[in-house]
């Protein structure tokens, strides 16, 4: 967690040629051609009836051509984050990965998000939440209120069989959360 020397968090470190073959990142952008750093216009787009015209591309610095390219992003999440408390977050974070020079992204929003999937999670087959309290309930010294050491693999084991809170759910689609925080890895829970 936070390894910030790991192969998928360092930017710039796969080739063009990679980029283009291993992950087909080809039509990158409608405004910017990143390989190229030239700016696309509707006579250079393949379906333009002028496709083959020759018209000088306008060349873009690599600042300018980022720039662009975070703002098409900004518009283009918009369509994931339609309404609700949580729907300013994924530009945020958009905002924060285009100026915040690799420092970690906080944001209140986003642990309330977090808080409010956990605690409504009413799945009793694999919510960490529900099987942690399921633990405790079960095995908790109510006479002397601490839990026995010799029962911490129990709690373990709710952890090893529960599942991460993902936002996956179809409302996720609506309110920003799928597009910001598609998938959970790992959950580092401090209180303050």
Known sequence: MDDYSASDMRCGDLTEAQLKSRFHLLDISARVDPYTLTKITPV??????????REEA???????CARILFDEFRKLSRTFSLYGPYKDVIEQMINHMQNGD???FTSMHLN??????????????????????????????????????EQKDELYKAILE??????????DNFNGMG???????????TTF
Request: net charge neutral.
């Open 58 to 64: 306008e060349k873009v610095t690599r600042q300018e």
């Open 179 to 189: 597009i910001t925080v598609h998938d959970t890895w790992a959950s580092t829970i």
């Open 162 to 171: 529960g599942r991460l809170p993902k936002f996956d759910r179809s409302q």
């Open 102 to 104: 690799g420092s970690s």
């Open 112 to 149: 309330s998000a977090l808080k409010e999937h956990i605690l409504r999670d009413q799945s009793k087959e694999n919510s960490t939440h529900f099987l942690l309290q399921e633990a405790l309930n079960n095995h908790i010294d109510w006479d002397k209120k601490v839990y026995p050491a």
């Open 44 to 53: 250079s787009q393949p379906q333009s009836m002028f496709y083959n015209y």
